[in-house]
């Protein structure tokens, strides 16, 4: 995870193989950083990974989850290969009551222009 303090966005990128246990630790992680701070905007970036093993079921657990980010703040997820951008459509779908402000992409640049970002500047968190 990085975070853009210029912007005010925290990025979490998923690479390689992702499973339903990394996908819900990943939020779990996300949920505990922003916790302890002012609200922010998110994107999530699935661009690097090469194995996409998340069930519906997971994403349906999420979708039912209080969201990360909270009320008010754009998030955006990066989902440029069909079938991941479907799935995280879905969650999209399942989760537009409590998550309104959410969009699903396929580019970066295109997270970066709906959150109105010329040159982010992401440092990694400790």
Known sequence: ???????????????????????????????????????????????????????????RKLAQSAPVIAAGYMRVIVAPQDFRYGMMRMFQMLSEKSRPELHVVRTMDEAYRLLQVESPEFSPLS
Do not use: Q, W
């Open 1 to 59: 995870m990085e975070f853009d303090a210029r912007n005010n966005i925290l990025r979490g990128t998923l690479e390689g193989r992702v499973t339903d246990a990394i996908v819900l630790d990943a939020y779990a992680s996300a949920a505990r950083y922003v916790e302890s701070r002012p609200p922010c905007r998110g994107i999530t970036d699935i661009s690097r990974v090469t194995k996409f093993e998340v069930s519906s079921h997971a994403i």
